[in-house]
Nanobody, 109 residues
Framework: VQLQASGGGLVQAGGSLRLSCAAS????????MGWYRQAPGKPRELVAS??NYADSVKGRFTISRDNDKNTVYLQMNSLKPEDTAVYYC?????????WGKGTQVTVSS
């Protein structure tokens, strides 16, 4: 199973980005997909999964999923400098968690 994330980049504060993560390989069914992030010097934290959102992103980020494409998206609006981090997608498949390589999101002030 491979998770390929894309869509990161550099954006000014207040801007938007949309992350995508496609799962491929020996997939029968995906139990759950989500997004995590890790800023320098900080632990990895949950951003969004199913209908759960970190308090810091509620009202600004939206997670969605295309089951036919085995793809999860993260629409990020009203970005803030504190959203700067490496964003990782994660999938739970047959009770095992898989991680993508991560995509950098940098928000300038």
């Amino acid at each position: 199973v491979q998770l390929q994330a894309s869509g990161g980049g550099l954006v000014q504060a207040g801007g938007s980005l949309r992350l995508s993560c496609a799962a491929s390989g020996s997939i029968f069914s995906i139990d759950g997909m989500g997004w995590y992030r890790q800023a320098p010097g900080k632990p990895r934290e949950l951003v969004a999964s199913n209908t759960n959102y970190a308090d810091s992103v509620k009202g600004r980020f939206t997670i969605s999923r295309d089951n036919d494409k085995n793809t999860v998206y993260l629409q990020m609006n009203s970005l803030k400098p504190e959203d700067t981090a490496v964003y990782y997608c994660s999938a739970i498949i047959r009770s095992r968690r898989y991680w993508g390589k991560g995509t950098q999101v940098t928000v300038s002030s």
